[in-house]
C-alpha cells in the first residue's frame, strides 16, 4: 500500500436550515492507494455527506480534505482528474445500455475513443454485463442496472473510486459479483472508498474500516482491531426461555432469542453446555462486526445485565 | 481547463442526451414534429388562404426550437435527481459550461429533423431564401437559447419541486409562449396591442423572421429594437440562472 490517496483533517459539514444538522464532527481518516475503506454507519450518519465533500459536490464548514494531495477546497479541478463516483440510490437512464454507460463515461473523462472502447470492454467484463451490453438498461434486472452504472466507474482512469451504498438492493450473487471487480480494481493499485451499513460487505471486502456515527468516527482501523475494542470475544445464540445464570455476563434479547457476550472461548463452551441441559438450543461463535457495530453506536438497547 | 475539451464534452453530453433517445424511441421525434404542427393542420382547414400558411410555418420552426429550449430546463432536473448523471458529472473533470449547453443542445438536436421539414416547406412555397436564412438561423439559436436558460432558470429556482410541478409548468411555458403569443400569426393581428410581441423571446423572433420574409414590414430602427430586446432577455435569463445555479453545493 502506498500513502495518500485520500486524507480528510477534520472535516466538518453543518447544513443550515429550519434547523441546524450538524452532519460532519471533525472526520479525519486516511486511505491509501492499493487499499478499499470503508464507511460504515446507521443511515444519517454522515456518511454520504463526507463522500460528497471529498467528490467535491459539496463544500465542507470546516476542516479540508486532500485526494492525491489536492485540495477538495481550494483544488477541485485538480482532484476531478482523479476521481470517479457512484453516487447513493442512483437509477440508470433507461435508454442507455451498459456499453454506453461504461463508453460514454470513459470519453467524458478525456479518454480517447479506442482507449474507452477497451476500457469499457473491461469494465463490463469484471461487472460481467459484457454479453448483455447492448441491451437497454430498462431490460436488465435491478443489479445487472447497478453493475452497469458500476462500470461508468471501473472503464475510468480515476485512482480513486467513492461508491455510496453500491450494493443495497442487490442479491448475494449480483452483490459478489461487484465485490470481486472491487478488490480486482484494488490489486491494481486504486483508492477505493465505500460507504455501507452492511455489516457482510464491510467484513468481507475492506482492508479497514471507519465506523461513523452522528457525524464522528467512532472507530477505525483493520477488521480484528475493531472487533478488539469491545473486551467480549465469543457470543452465544440461544433460542428459547433463557434464564440468566450468572450477574457478569451481557445479555441481549431478541424476542425468544438472547444473545449471550462472553470474553472467553471456555466461558462460552460452559455456558453452551448449560444451555444444554436446559433443553435449549444454542450455538457459539466469535462477535461479529455487526455486535460490535451495535455497541460502538449504542443503537440496541435491550441488555439485561 | 481547455476550450476544446471543453467544446468536446459539451458536444459529447449532447449526443449522450439525444443519440439513445433518438436511436430507440424515433417516434419522439415524430411527436415533435406533430406538437408543432398542430396548428398549422388547423391554419389549413379554416384559413382563407394567403400567406397564412407560411405565418404557421414560422411558428412551427420557432415552437420546435422553443420547446426544445424549455425541454434542456425539466432535463436538467430529472438526470440531477433520478439518474443522478449530473451528480456524476460534478465529481469529472468536465466543464459546468460543458454541461449546461450539452443539456441544452440535445433537445436542440432532436427538433432538427422538424426544422429541416418544416424550413423544407418553406423553401418550397418560396420563402425561404439564403439571403433570409442568414437571419433566421441566428434568430432561432438566439430564441433557443433564451427558452433554455429560462428552462434552467425554473429548474434552478425550482429545485426542490417535483417533477409532476416541473413537467406542468413546462407544458404552461409552452402554450404561454408558443402558442398563446404572435407565432403561428402575423402580430399585426393584435393591433395597438402589436408591441406585446416584442417582450416575449418567441414572438419576437417570429416577427423578426417575418420581417426578414418581408411578410412584415419593420423600420430597420425597429429591427435593431427587437434584437436588442432578445439579446437582453437572453442575457437576463443567463444571469439569473448563473446567479442561483450551484455546480457545487455549499
Excluded at chain 1, 457525524?215 to 482501523?221: E, H, I, P, R, W
Excluded at chain 2, 465529481?91 to 438536436?109: E, Q, R
Excluded at chain 2, 425550482?158 to 398563446?180: D, E, H, P, Q, R
Aim: glycine letters at 6%; proline letters at 3%; charged letters at 20%.
Amino acid at each position: 500500500m502506498e500513502p495518500g490517496a485520500v486524507k480528510s483533517v477534520d472535516l466538518c459539514k453543518t447544513y443550515h436550515g429550519k434547523d441546524e444538522i450538524e452532519a460532519l464532527r471533525g472526520v479525519s481518516i486516511d486511505v491509501s492507494k492499493g487499499e478499499l475503506f470503508t464507511l460504515l454507519g446507521p443511515n444519517g450518519a454522515g456518511k454520504t455527506t463526507f463522500l460528497r465533500i471529498i467528490s467535491t459536490q459539496l463544500l465542507a464548514s470546516g476542516g479540508d480534505a486532500y485526494v492525491m494531495g489536492h485540495s477538495v477546497t481550494s483544488e477541485a479541478e485538480e482532484v476531478r482528474e482523479h476521481i470517479a463516483v457512484v453516487p447513493q440510490d442512483v437509477a440508470t437512464y433507461n435508454n442507455f445500455t451498459p456499453w454506453e454507460y461504461a463508453y460514454y463515461f470513459a470519453r467524458l473523462r478525456g479518454i480517447s475513443s479506442s482507449e474507452a472502447k477497451l476500457k469499457a470492454q473491461e469494465a463490463l467484463r469484471a461487472v460481467d454485463l459484457w454479453e448483455l451490453r447492448d441491451r437497454m438498461c430498462q431490460t436488465l434486472s435491478g443489479g445487472e442496472k447497478r453493475r452497469a452504472i458500476i462500470a461508468s466507474v471501473l472503464s475510468s482512469n480515476a485512482d480513486v473510486l467513492m461508491l455510496d451504498e453500491p450494493t443495497s438492493g442487490l442479491d448475494a450473487v449480483a452483490r459478489r459479483g461487484v465485490w470481486s471487480a472491487l478488490r480486482e480494481l484494488v490489486r491494481n493499485e486504486k483508492a477505493i472508498l465505500l460507504t455501507t451499513h452492511m455489516m457482510e460487505e464491510a467484513e468481507m471486502i475492506s482492508d479497514r474500516i471507519a465506523i461513523v456515527n452522528k457525524g464522528s468516527v467512532v472507530a477505525c482501523g483493520r477488521l480484528e482491531e475493531i472487533k478488539g475494542l469491545v473486551k467480549e470475544r465469543f457470543r452465544v445464540v440461544i433460542s428459547g426461555d433463557f434464564k440468566q445464570t450468572a450477574d457478569h455476563i451481557e445479555v441481549v434479547k431478541l424476542g425468544d432469542r438472547s444473545i449471550v457476550y462472553l470474553k472467553t472461548q471456555d466461558e462460552a463452551v460452559d455456558l453452551l453446555k448449560a444451555t444444554l441441559k436446559m433443553n435449549l438450543r444454542a450455538e457459539y461463535s466469535p462477535v461479529t462486526l455487526e455486535d460490535v457495530f451495535v455497541k460502538l453506536v449504542g443503537g440496541f438497547d435491550n441488555h439485561e445485565n | 481547463m481547455k476550450i476544446r475539451k471543453i467544446l468536446q464534452d459539451t458536444f459529447m453530453i449532447a449526443w449522450i442526451k439525444s443519440y439513445p433517445d433518438f436511436r430507440r424511441n424515433p417516434l419522439m421525434l415524430l411527436l415533435l414534429a406533430m406538437i408543432s404542427a398542430i396548428p398549422l393542420f388547423f391554419m389549413l382547414m379554416f384559413s382563407s388562404g394567403g400567406n397564412v400558411i407560411v405565418h404557421g410555418l414560422i411558428g412551427a420552426m420557432v415552437s420546435s426550437v422553443s420547446f426544445a429550449g424549455v425541454m434542456a430546463g425539466i432535463q436538467d432536473i430529472s438526470w440531477d435527481r433520478y439518474v443522478k448523471i449530473r451528480e456524476m458529472i460534478v465529481a469529472m473533470p468536465v466543464h459546468p459550461a460543458s454541461y449546461a449547453l450539452g443539456i441544452a443542445l440535445a433537445p436542440l438536436l432532436i427538433s432538427i429533423p422538424s426544422l429541416i421539414f418544416f424550413g423544407a416547406i418553406t423553401v418550397f412555397l418560396g420563402f425561404l431564401t439564403l439571403e433570409t436564412l442568414v437571419w433566421i438561423v441566428p434568430a432561432l439559436i438566439i430564441v433557443w437559447a433564451a427558452m433554455s436558460t429560462m428552462g434552467f432558470m425554473i429548474s434552478t429556482y425550482l429545485f426542490k419541486s417535483s417533477m409532476m410541478v416541473l413537467n406542468n409548468l413546462s407544458n404552461l411555458l409552452g402554450i404561454g409562449f408558443i402558442f398563446i403569443p404572435p407565432v403561428y400569426f402575423s402580430e399585426a393581428q393584435l393591433g395597438s396591442l402589436s408591441w406585446i410581441s416584442i417582450i416575449i423571446p418567441t414572438s419576437n423572433v417570429a416577427g423578426l423572421i417575418r420581417s426578414s420574409m418581408g411578410l412584415l414590414p419593420l423600420s430597420i430602427e425597429t429591427v435593431i429594437v427587437r434584437w436588442a430586446v432578445l439579446i437582453i432577455t437572453t442575457s437576463a435569463f443567463i444571469i439569473l440562472t448563473f446567479i442561483k445555479a450551484k455546480w457545487r453545493e455549499k
